[in-house]
């Protein structure tokens, strides 16, 4: 891609984070697509992957890929705990980084939210049609023997010894995702997978150093922390993903004060970046409860970033590009991600560039496409057709 003109809006300034240089605020979210074979990456994460870098995102993240094949959610998820799901990445990230996004992986552990159906077979605990089409459940861990919901696969609890494994693991997953060229780490602390089941009251019930008072409950996701920016080289930047309340609105479970203490202690240890989601510790992330607003996590985003000075990145419910550069010029988040409404219009960078004004000309767009639909907007104009919708 050409350089655009110089950007006249806070979404559409580059940032720079370590030694990667984005070049604006948007950022595609980790987003679960339950297409990979054994943990392995194939074309059809190329081309899902590839069109989000076509459409102006500056990072685009993959889905969460676990760091042992039992961490997965489902059959169907991606994986980075071996050199072979390194190199299988390899083409994604070189496509990525040549079409002007810095490739960015998510690395997880589900915890007790592992071993269940793909979405569109259900989207809960495996069954007999699960097992006809030769996917069998497998055996769960989490901090304590606490099942999402009645019904659903009890988690064995961790051991401090497994619970030392199971980070080395997210320490050499961080290893295999430098060598298959990702530029962005995020670990996933969030939506009831193992980092946040840790963090969570309402799913930690541990008496040991690994439970109890807020110290003890951030402890994995700390320790974590440092285990993989040992790793990451220096260079590069680090996310972590939390649940900033486990509930939106409620005053049970993890709480707002309890992420701003996390931040600060995971800014200490070398997060660059804290990637603020909400809920989903007892169900899905998605599932929020009652009306929500565009940006509704922005403040939880706002309060961890002025209070703590680590710079934020805000998901959910963003649609238009000036609520996106409103959050960014109002300093209530250093980067916006963008999930569904991306899947709906992979192009929306660019078409929220065209919205603000920033590149009349497409000069932004690829080349191959720029071309094209410059020439047809001046068509377009001495025509008098209106294009409707965005």
């Keep these: 891609m050409s350089p655009s003109n110089e950007p006249s809006t806070s979404l559409f300034s580059p940032l720079d984070l370590r030694g990667v240089r984005l070049k604006n605020r948007i950022v595609l979210s980790p987003m679960c697509t339950y297409s990979a074979e054994d943990g392995i990456a194939n074309n059809w994460h190329m081309v899902h992957l590839g069109q989000f870098a076509l459409g102006g ?16 959610i489902t059959h169907g998820d991606l994986g980075i705990w071996s050199k072979d799901h390194a190199e299988a ?28 159906q793909r979405p569109w077979h259900g989207n809960g605990p495996m069954d007999d049609e699960d097992r006809a089409r030769g996917e069998n459940p497998w055996d769960i861990v989490a901090p304590s ?6 019904g659903w696969l009890v988690p064995a609890e961790l051991t401090r010894n497994e619970i030392t494994d199971i980070q080395d693991c997210y320490a050499a997953a961080a290893g295999h995702a430098h060598q298959a060229g ?3 780490l995020e670990i996933h602390s969030a939506h009831g997978y193992l980092a946040h089941s840790f963090l969570s009251p309402v799913s930690n019930k541990r008496n040991d ?54 931040a600060g202690e995971l800014k200490a240890r070398g997060v660059d970046v804290v990637d603020c989601s909400s809920g989903g510790i007892s169900g899905l992330a998605t599932a929020a409860v009652g009306r929500q607003s565009q940006a509704f996590r922005a403040p939880y985003s706002a309060r961890i970033r002025a209070e703590t000075g680590v710079s934020t ?25 963008v999930g569904r409404e991306m899947l709906y219009d992979p192009y929306w960078p660019l078409h929220c560039a065209s919205a603000l ?34």
């Design 313 to 337: 990145m805000v998901v959910g419910l963003l649609l238009d590009a000036q609520v996106a550069d409103e959050m960014i010029e109002t300093d209530a988040a250093d980067l916006v991600a």
């Design 145 to 150: 023997p606490e099942p999402i919901k009645e």
């Design 357 to 390: 004004g920033v590149d009349p000309e497409f000069v932004d767009w690829p080349e191959q496409y720029g071309w094209w639909l410059v020439r047809r907007e001046a068509l377009l104009r001495e025509s008098g057709i209106e294009r409707s919708g965005r």
């Design 89 to 116: 990445l390899k083409p994604v990230t070189s496509f990525l980084r040549s079409h002007g996004a810095a490739p960015a992986i998510q690395i997880a552990h589900a915890g007790r939210k592992a071993s269940m």
């Design 209 to 262: 150093e690994y439970g109890g008072d807020l110290a003890g409950r951030m402890r994995f996701t700390l320790e974590t922390a440092e285990k993989v920016r040992a790793v990451w080289p220096d260079a590069k930047p680090m996310f972590v993903r939390i649940s900033s309340v486990d509930a939106d609105g409620s005053d049970e479970g993890w709480q707002l004060d309890d992420s701003v203490a996390l």
């Design 182 to 184: 990702f530029e962005i």
């Design 57 to 72: 995102a500056a990072a685009v993240f993959t889905e969460a890929a676990a760091v042992e094949e039992r961490g997965r």
